[in-house]
């Protein structure tokens, strides 16, 4: 089965988009709009054999390794206003209303604690219940985990369309008490509360930085983006398709193998 590494950021609202078509494509949702179902960016990839790889990273860091200074949509006013009008008229037709026309006042938030969250949920239930129990965790990037998938969308949809800080502690907390701590993953997960405290330990805040190195390393510069067994690299939304049948179409492309240096394995911690 092949394996494609989604890196995403909780700033970006194209990875919400791309977050959310993961999720339909994992748990057999459909877009309540069947109108819209031809059209490319409301497609759902294939999943059938290829397994996801949850990859949050920290998109400030990314950006400053590229050369870049600044959000492109804070950086480009034009290009920020066109992006939340984009994104907004996108979930539109994929049956997903409420997100905002422009940026909320809080908007870029603060998305360490988040993506620490996601970095340590996507290493797997028993992951988690070892950190827990003070054990010593063994880190395996969780393959297209459900659980994952929604606490991941519910995160963005409470930043971008409930205008909630998710740089918030509390925030967060009842976010995973509603789609982590109550789900059946066959280990009984630490409610929200403890999950914050775990994902400042030192081991979940290296592990997330790890991860950001390795995308640097990969040669990324932007969210979301998506990286395929043999290295290569397609970045953004309107790719999501594309790489998702990367493993079926490689025979056919006359370019050198891949983009990227190496593979990007999971840390090591």
Known sequence: MASVNFWFEFASPYSMISALRLLRALTGRINPNPEAQGLPSCQLPDL??????????????????SGQTMLPGVQVPA??????????????????PGFPARPHTNWPPNTVLAGRMAWMLAQGPSYVC????????????EQ???VLAEFVWRVFEAEFIGGEDIGSPRVLERLWNVYVAKADVGSE??????????ANTSVVKNG??????????CKLFGAPSFTTDDGDM???????????????VRSLLDQPLGYCTK??????I
């Open 48 to 65: 059938s054999d290829v397994s996801i790889v949850y990859r949050p990273i920290l998109l400030p860091a990314l950006f400053a390794a």
């Open 79 to 96: 290009k920020g206003k066109y992006m939340f009008h984009d994104v907004h008229r996108t979930l539109s037709l994929l049956g997903c």
């Open 130 to 141: 070892a950190l827990n129990s003070s054990g010593e965790p063994s880190p395996k990037l």
């Open 144 to 146: 297209g985990a459900q």
């Open 189 to 198: 997960m630490p409610n929200g509360e403890r999950a914050v405290e775990l």
């Open 208 to 217: 997330y930085r790890d991860n950001t190195q390795a995308a640097i390393a």
């Open 234 to 248: 397609y970045w953004g939304n309107d790719h999501l398709l594309e790489a998702m049948a990367h493993h079926k």
């Open 263 to 268: 593979s990007a394995p999971s840390p090591k």
